[in-house]
């Protein structure tokens, strides 16, 4: 039997995810324009200059000049790239290929089952889009990073890299797809004991994927070392045990075989804390600095920063599995979007498409929340930028600390305000240090009881 796989444009279904699209993109580039028109920029770095002596040390003119030409170069090309395979993907939702592959999958396979079927579909589906991202990765890394001097990677390693990460990806929905489908096809029902049970059954496969990452797959792409440094692990362990945390081993990552930008990162579960060093970190930056970009980290378990924000991601979660269930057996979601052979009869059988399908719709309407997350997120940096100072009692190492990070990895100083509230899960550079030289807040008061 023949079908007609393009979509349905008069659906309510298509007009939300319509609607939803054009209104993030017309966002999107009214704030990159608002970013992109600095106005003045000697002025507003004369200013910057007067908020605290390093930042004339480490942001020039020539210097700001060289990070607004990396920063732009950044964005246009993510703008450029984002534009094209946002134009791909709404070309092949219109010619509806995604129905059309599946279909000619269970032609060719028609004794196997849906599962089999799925997974030959999302494979199809991720080697394609390994295949067109890899030209721009390759550009952003040896064109873009390599000329501003981040990129350390050799080809054989980028190479690696695309591989690894795209086995990852396969063992992922090899894993997840067998079990999201055999929950929709045998409990799925719109109750509320259900909604929650496969709400709580993603929460708890985000968790074991999360753990596996710290323990297993990281060391898949980087080496950990234990940290040679007797006395900066010293005063580390201090540390901990100041946050009531411990720590068996401090690790040196190897990130300077791909990049010169710093960082730092902690891991673990409750008291157990695995502390991350970049390499590159420890070249640049002094053990004082070290220890606040540390404190930090660790105020962020201290203050249940992580907590808060994993109850507000897990409710978010909960609302679209609700709206998921409200619609997965609606047969005018299938058809809207090419899926024309599946009816009343076979709902529940393909309930997983009608899953990534309602996801798809989400996806185009949940950018209405990124300000407020970026908003929380701000605050969690400001209250943990101060919570490192004082358990380390050295505002000095922290905003030199700051001011270094944002100069090494070319961070944009002169960002608007409007695209830092929509955008910006960190404050800005300017910012943090205001917050930092502000009167005590909250977080001084309750240490000081």
Known sequence: MNYNYFIDITSIFFIIYLVGGICHTIINSLLEWCNNNKGDIKNKLKNIWKIHPLMKKYFSFRKINKIEQYTNEIRNFNEMTSTISGSIKSLCTMVGLAPFILYSIISIFPEESTTIHYLIFFCVQLFITTILSMPISYYEDF????????????????????????????????????????????????????????????????????????????????????????KLSKRIKNLLSKYGYDSKMVYVMDASRRSNKSNAFIGGIGKSKKIVLFDTLLKNFSNDEIISILGHELAHGKLHHQLIQRVVSYSILFITMFITFKFIYNVELYHTFGFYWINNENVIQYSLIGYFLISKIIDNVLWILDPLLSYISRKCEYAADKYSVLYTKNKKAM????????????????????YEVYHYSHPSLVNRIKNLNTKKNKVDKKKSK
């Open 143 to 230: 064109v873009i990073e390599q000329k501003y001097g981040f990129n350390n990677m050799n080809k054989m390693l980028f190479y690696l890299d695309c591989i690894k990460g795209t086995l990852f990806k396969l063992i992922i929905t090899c894993v997840t797809l067998p079990l999201i489908n055999y929950f929709l096809t045998s409990f799925g029902r719109y109750e509320i004991t259900t909604i929650l049970m496969f709400t709580g059954g993603l929460i708890l496969l985000g968790l074991i994927f999360e753990f596996l990452y710290m323990t297993w797959f990281i060391k898949i792409f980087n080496k950990l070392e234990p940290l040679t440094d007797k």
């Open 399 to 418: 905003i030199s600390a700051l001011i270094k990070l944002s100069s090494e990895n070319y961070s944009d100083i002169l960002t608007n305000k409007y």
